[in-house]
Nanobody, 122 residues
Framework: VQLQASGGGLVQAGGSLRLSCAASGRTGTSYVMGWFRKAPGKEREFVAGIRWRGGDTSYADSVKGRFTISRDNAKNTGFLQMNTLKPEDTAVYYC????????????????WGQGTQVTVSS
């Protein structure tokens, strides 16, 4: 499975960005796509996840109400719409896939994209 993330950039606080993650290869039809982020000096943290079959979503408390994860089944592409961005959202964002289709525990995500930088200026 290959994951290609895109959409990062520099934005002012309060602005928006939309990240995309195109999945290719043997993804199957039932998996979980997740977004994690890693800021300098901080641990990697879960941001959001979506179960491809059914569309159930989960969010970190820090992004609830501001970020929305979605998917396009036909294109095997996931999206992370990020609104009302804050400087503390600055990080490298990684998309990832867990082929078991259920869990959003970090250890179950085994395929990772290359990361895309999001920088929010104050």
């Amino acid at each position: 499975v290959q994951l290609q993330a895109s959409g990062g950039g520099l934005v002012q606080a309060g602005g928006s960005l939309r990240l995309s993650c195109a999945a290719s290869g043997r993804t199957g039809t039932s998996y979980v796509m997740g977004w994690f982020r890693k800021a300098p000096g901080k641990e990697r943290e879960f941001v959001a996840g979506i179960r491809w079959r059914g569309g159930d979503t989960s969010y970190a408390d820090s992004v609830k109400g501001r970020f929305t994860i979605s998917r396009d089944n036909a294109k095997n592409t996931g999206f992370l719409q990020m609104n009302t961005l804050k400087p503390e959202d600055t990080a490298v964002y990684y998309c990832t896939v867990n082929p078991d289709g259920m869990s959003m525990i970090v250890s179950r995500f085994i395929y990772w994209g290359q990361g895309t930088q999001v920088t929010v200026s104050s």
